[in-house]
């Protein structure tokens, strides 16, 4: 299994980034996928999940109406649309999958939010 992000980088508040989950190593089109987070000093939180179909989405609270999760089945990829970010949102961002009773993670991509 691998997972491998991209997308993060440095961006001013209000700004957006997308990141991408080139997933392989597994049946993607089984899984679902989700995007965490980890801030520094702070734990790993669930920043959104999205279901096999893409028809079944959650978002953390902190994160609705700002971001976007969404799947290519085709490409192996999921996506995590950044909107309207806020200094709050600087973390690194890991790609994460639950695959056969096992937590795989990606190696995480830095985001920050920083005028």
């Known amino acids: 299994v691998q997972l491998v992000e991209s997308g993060g980088g440095l961006v001013q508040p209000g700004g957006s980034l997308r990141l991408s989950c080139a997933a392989s190593?597994?049946?993607?089109?089984?899984?679902?996928m989700s995007w965490y987070r980890q801030a520094p000093g702070k734990e790993r939180e669930l920043v959104a999940t999205v279901s096999v179909a893409g028809s079944s989405i959650y978002y953390a609270d902190s994160v609705k109406g700002r971001f976007t999760i969404s799947r290519d089945n085709a490409k192996n990829t999921v996506y995590l649309q950044m909107n309207s970010l806020k200094p709050e949102d600087t973390a690194v961002y890991y790609c994460h999958a639950y695959i056969n009773w096992s937590d795989y993670w990606g190696q995480g991509t830095q985001v920050t939010v920083s005028s």
């Open positions: 190593g597994f049946t993607f089109s089984s899984s679902a």
